[in-house]
């Protein structure tokens, strides 16, 4: 079908069409998540996707859906600088859609919510491609929106603590292991601190198990503290960034967690052992 098809839909309000099945308007719309050209995949396929998981035209189909956007993360996963991260990183988009819904609605079963988080955070790690902003091509994104999945996935309640604790674990090995030439500089650091959030509100996890977390990504944010040759501000740059982002949602966010108070010192004093420099009064 032309573009100017599902700018129809569009106009319409994203009503589902009644001349065509709806497999086929699915199948159509999954191939456009891939799509270079921004008017065709942010534009359009994935409003409508999303609207439609929102509106429950796929309530009786979320898990055929949420299993086509789970095999839409293994396309070309390993290649960096290709077309594929498209198809990739809007996938992930897709499948927090469906999380969501299943979140409000409770449509599947607990093992099938897993059995997808496992595929979302091998993917999540694995993810070669960074880029935030592809130009001519517009978003890539992949690590805003594996991180806003993980945020839906978090919410489940299908997961509990020691999930909690595993999706935790995921976001900081993102951050740590993130290639210094390959900075996260399109806002990711605040998707994972959001993600975060969402994982943190449901109030499963204690300080004796935050702190040594939050320790870790101080040790990895702490250029001072890196030692060896060379530059060691660009492999402490996204856990840098991340601790920035969580003291900010900690400090100012709605709803905030019931282990915000003790978390909210330990991230301060992490931001302070790696800001040491900053923090003197005069020169020495």
């Not at 992949?142 to 509990?160: K, N, Q, R, T, V």
């Not at 500089?185 to 198990?209: F, H, S």
């Not at 530059?231 to 601790?243: E, G, K, T, V």
């Amino acid at each position: 079908m032309s573009l100017g098809y599902w700018d129809q839909v569009q106009a319409a309000g994203f009503e589902v069409p009644s001349d065509r099945p709806l497999d086929d308007l699915t199948a159509e719309l999954t191939t456009m998540l891939g799509s270079t050209r921004p008017e065709v995949r942010d534009g359009t396929a994935y409003p409508a996707l999303a609207t439609w998981i929102e509106r429950g035209v796929y309530d009786d189909l979320l898990a055929g859906l949420g299993d086509g956007m789970v095999a839409g993360l293994a396309v070309g996963l390993g290649e960096h600088g290709t077309d594929t991260v498209f198809r990739r990183s809007f996938s992930a988009l897709i499948l927090g859609a469906c999380l969501e819904r299943d979140n409000e609605q409770h449509l599947l079963p607990g093992g099938k919510i897993l059995e997808w988080g496992d595929r979302l955070a091998t993917w999540f790690l694995t993810e070669r491609d960074t880029r935030g902003f592809v130009a001519d091509k517009g978003w890539a994104h992949a690590i805003a929106h594996g991180a806003d999945a993980i945020g839906a996935l978090g919410e489940s309640p299908h997961l509990a603590g020691a999930e909690h604790s595993v999706l935790l674990d995921v976001l900081a090995e993102r951050l740590v292991a993130q290639p210094p030439d390959a900075p996260l500089t399109a806002g990711e650091p605040d998707r994972i601190a959001y993600a975060v959030m969402q994982v943190l509100r449901r109030n499963t996890l204690g300080t004796d198990v935050l702190e040594p977390w939050v320790h870790r990504l101080g040790a990895a944010a702490n250029a001072y503290g890196l030692g060896g040759q060379g530059d060691p501000f660009p492999p402490a740059a996204a856990p840098q960034a991340f601790l920035r982002a969580l003291f900010l949602q900690l400090s100012l966010a709605q709803a905030p967690p019931t282990v915000r108070p003790d978390l909210l010192l330990v991230v301060i004093d992490a931001l302070r052992m790696t800001n040491a420099p900053y923090l003197r009064v005069g020169t020495d």
